[in-house]
């Protein structure tokens, strides 16, 4: 990573950023900047990417035949269970936030730093000794609870690497716990003179809300994760009912941490597409305070949903009732943001530069995820469709279709901000093509698998079930070719990439009057005073601002 | 909390009030996390006595009110050592924040030296949930074994999770003695035993839930 600074073709005076500041490998794995911590994550988070597409390859190879035949039961088992837990814990809770919003967010604020720097290195840290139990846990023989751990397979008789994986989740919940305590404090108390509330970057506001559900659902996984570990460590009856558990009370806990959780891997990624969709339409958002708000309802009535995966245990009917009701009730502030966006695009003078191109990706997809999650929260169809593909298809529209979709358009979107450089603008748009083409021709077949009855977690299948399965494994290579363009020519822009400037988009925002990349403290001129708007843009404007 | 100690205000803050405010914020947010962690484990238990009322009336009969109570009063004593070693450092007392600081340190381990007594005794009696659990006293009801057994799972593991942040809290503790006796705090700089203090008090209130959730399940008028 140094070796960027010491190139000979950058202006011999370039100033020092946080990237040349120091060269040592200490002084990035001990870091406080919170821009190297960015970086630390974006590297180790892409690590665990592509371990968990690794599994859903595995996955898809074994479904290409109705037959059972590339992967035994056990296997799949196992390559959905890692598939599952690497990408929920590893890659998607700390995706966005730990990287970009990591990176910008503080920027955004107009501050040095997050308040807690070394709490932020801290969490990263966490996230590593999770990670490497992670992979021991593959190394090991992998795990095969599904990313769920139901009880009592979990506790009594999955013979697998169960504790340690465990272990593995805690550690990167303290790690996502930390991230959002910090950004609470920092958006609080680290705000710039004249940055009020109602100037703050919806990317702000997104991951606000997200860090309430990061600081108070979390926690509750972790002790339900202990008691678990306790269970099946010592034989213990907590979850299990033959010694007295109600396994049950344990889904009611996972799922009040691990609904709320689905919106940490969505809210950021609004954030994202609420950045973007001003800059490349030339138009202030549209309903800025609804889209703040929105963000703040979709955390706190995303407390309050958890019932939703319980239709089908023994919750009562009454219950499900509620849980229906209030699962409905959360589509709303999602719809909203959406209604904005799409009106922010009204008249606007739009261009498709690729993060323009995620970012409408996203919309569409994310309508697609929401709305097929209406279909799930009515308590009728829900038992039609409980764990089968339509499922699988529905969560994945909004995880793979909304929130990865958003990781990459903000990646690209402030790519030229964190590194200096610009990465080659045609092959980024074709990748974000492929991604999107693949993703729809993997996961809408899905759908119809599961309204036909398909069920999820099965490695084999009726033949009728074959040619939509044959098109999803053949969209998943697609989508898989348009992710691994990715990193090939981003770190192609560091060496050969043209010099970004300071705001290459014509972009408005703090992170935007600062060099590119920035200086170890953000500002080198000092906090800065904040007069306008947010997205004080303007259409007449060129888009060669910098 | 995390802050380098060179100068009163770290580089990323503007001024003392923004690094102190930030600091307050944070443990808030901290004790909230702390919470959520613990209330995992309440639900859990209220979940377990209303299914189980029996198995709870019985089981709490084999704890130690005596030894529980007082526990309550140590702790609470130790809330008082806590918050006038506080209100030394803010007013720049350095003798009697010292003598503050042995002073809960001390009624901490009090607590924790009677915990270790409870948890031996609960050995002797086959109480501690596992292959050796057996139940041999008086009976309310008719609760099976395996449920007065999750009683006690539960009694482990919430004053097992109360003790250890007692022990984690006694580590801080004993780094801030030492912060103490290098003359490190001043009414400028007293931040990080107010924190602690904030973080003291909270593992005392859990224990003051936990006592008569516990103990006292069959104690009412």
């Known amino acids: 990573m140094s070796s960027i600074a010491a190139r000979p073709d950058v202006i011999p005076a370039a100033p020092k950023n946080y990237i040349n500041a120091k060269s040592t490998l200490m002084s990035w794995l001990f870091t406080t900047d919170h821009k190297r911590i960015a970086v630390l994550y974006l590297i180790s988070i892409t690590i665990f990417f592509g371990m968990g597409g690794l599994f859903a390859m595995l996955i898809r190879l074994e479904l290409i035949t109705p037959k059972g035949d590339f992967l035994t039961g056990d296997m799949y088992n196992k390559a959905f269970t890692l598939h599952g837990v690497i990408m929920v814990f590893f890659f998607l809770i700390p995706s966005v936030p730990a990287t970009l919003g990591n990176f910008v967010l503080p920027i955004m604020v107009g501050a040095k730093d997050l308040a807690f720097p070394k709490i932020n290195l801290l969490s990263w840290w966490l996230y590593v000794f999770g990670g490497v139990m992670a992979i021991g846990v593959v190394i090991n023989g992998g795990i095969d609870t599904g990313w769920t751990f139901y009880p009592p397979y979990s506790t009594t008789y999955a013979a697998s690497n169960v504790t340690l994986a465990i272990l593995a989740a805690f550690m990167a919940g303290f790690s996502s716990i930390f991230t959002g305590l910090n950004f609470i404090v920092t958006v609080h108390k680290m705000r710039a003179p004249g940055m009020t509330w109602f100037r703050l970057p919806l990317f702000v506001w997104a991951h606000y809300a997200t860090s309430i559900i990061q600081v108070l659902g979390t926690p509750v996984i972790a002790i339900t994760l202990v008691l678990v570990a306790v269970e099946r460590v010592w034989g213990v009856g907590i979850f299990d009912p033959q010694l007295g558990g109600d396994p049950v009370l344990f889904q009611h806990l996972f799922w009040f941490y691990s609904h709320p959780a689905v919106y940490v891997m969505i809210l950021p990624g609004m954030g994202v597409i609420s950045e973007v969709i001003p800059c490349f339409s030339r138009k202030r958002i549209f309903g800025y305070e609804f889209i703040a708000f929105s963000s703040l309802a979709i955390a706190i009535i995303g407390f309050l949903v958890w019932g939703h995966h319980l239709y089908v245990s023994t919750q009562s009917t009454y219950a499900g009732l509620v849980f229906s009701l209030l699962s409905f009730l959360v589509a709303v502030p999602s719809a909203i943001k959406v209604f904005n966006w799409t009106a922010t695009l009204y008249k606007g003078q739009i261009t498709f530069e690729a993060p323009m191109l995620y970012a409408m990706g996203f919309i569409g997809l994310f309508l697609v995820g929401g709305l097929t999650g209406l279909i799930l929260a009515s308590m009728a169809n829900d038992i039609h469709f409980h764990d089968t593909y339509f499922v699988v298809a529905h969560f994945h529209y909004v995880m793979v279709g909304g929130m990865v979709m958003a990781y990459m358009c903000g990646l690209h979107f402030w790519w030229p901000k964190m590194t200096g450089r610009m990465y080659p603008a045609a092959l980024a748009s074709i990748a974000a093509i492929l991604v999107f083409v693949g993703f729809n021709l993997t996961f809408f077949p899905q759908f119809i698998l599961g309204f036909l009855g398909m069920p999820r977690r099965y490695h084999q299948y009726v033949e009728e079930f074959q040619v939509l399965n044959v098109m999803s494994s053949a969209g998943a290579s697609i989508l898989g070719i348009g992710y691994i363009l990715q990193p090939f020519y981003l770190v192609w822009s560091l060496v050969k990439g043209p010099v970004a400037g300071m705001n290459p988009w014509g972009a408005k925002g703090l992170e935007w009057q600062v060099p590119s990349p920035p200086p170890t403290f953000n500002f080198p001129d000092g906090q800065p005073i904040v007069v306008e708007e947010a997205y004080s843009y303007t259409t007449e404007e060129s888009h060669s601002g910098a | ?221």
């Open chain 2, 1 to 221: 909390m995390a802050h380098s100690s060179d100068g009163l205000v770290a580089h990323h803050f503007e001024d003392l009030e923004q690094q102190t405010e930030s600091a307050v914020l944070g443990m808030w947010l901290f004790l909230a996390q702390e919470v959520m962690f613990f209330g995992g484990l309440f639900v859990s238990y209220l979940v377990y006595r209303i299914k189980f009322p029996d198995a709870w009336a019985t089981a709490s009969g084999a704890l130690n009110v005596w030894q529980g109570g007082g526990n309550t009063v140590v702790l609470l004593v130790s809330s008082v050592t806590m918050a006038s070693s506080v209100w030394c450092a803010q007013t720049g007392r350095q003798r009697g924040l010292k003598l503050g600081l042995w002073l809960t340190l001390i009624l901490g381990l009090t607590f924790l030296v009677v915990k270790y007594f409870e948890y031996k005794d609960k050995f002797f009696h086959h109480l501690i949930p596992g292959a050796n659990f057996h139940w041999t006293g008086p009976v309310i009801g008719s609760p099976t074994e395996g449920q007065i057994e999750l009683f006690f799972v539960l009694y482990f593991i919430m004053t097992g999770m109360h003790a250890l942040h007692m022990i984690i809290g006694a580590g801080i503790l004993i780094w801030i003695m030492a912060l103490a006796y290098k003359g490190y705090f001043s009414p400028q700089r007293y931040m990080k035993v107010e924190l602690f203090g904030f973080y003291w008090h909270f593992v005392d209130i859990v224990w003051v839930f936990l006592f008569p959730l516990l103990y006292l399940v069959q104690r009412h008028g």
